[in-house]
């Protein structure tokens, strides 16, 4: 079993920046993605940024240049430094890690959530 705690929300004007940031508790042997979803009101549950156990990157294109993703493996822990935010950035993001198990020719992936953290952006 995976524990992930997030912190970094809160208030912030348009324009300003926040730093998300997730930490990773517990059984932590196979873990590949980290992530970090949103969700906001009235809309589904999407990816924001993503990064894989060989650091590479993937951006949702509206966070493209203004959001960058970052993980410690020594630490468990990944981050989302936000800048440049706008009203439409307002969410509960939640952070996302996946573990995987079993042999190469069986792989289990099993995907752990955060309870989330608000990011409010007034304009």
């Known amino acids: 079993q995976v524990h992930l705690v997030e912190s970094g929300g809160g208030l912030v004007q348009a324009g300003g920046s926040l730093t998300l940031s997730c930490a990773a508790s517990?059984?932590?042997?196979?873990?590949?993605?980290m992530g970090w979803y949103r969700q906001a009101p009235g809309k589904e549950r999407e990816m924001v940024a993503s990064i894989s156990s060989t650091y590479t990157t993937t951006y949702a294109e509206s966070v493209r240049g203004r959001f960058t993703i970052s993980r410690n493996n020594a630490a468990s822990t990944v981050s989302l430094q936000m800048s440049s935010l706008k009203p439409e950035d307002t969410a509960v993001y939640y952070c996302m890690v996946r573990q995987e198990r079993g042999p190469v020719e069986r792989v289990v992936a099993a995907d752990y959530w955060g309870q989330g953290t608000l990011v409010t952006v007034s304009s």
């Open positions: 517990g059984r932590l042997f196979g873990i590949t993605d």
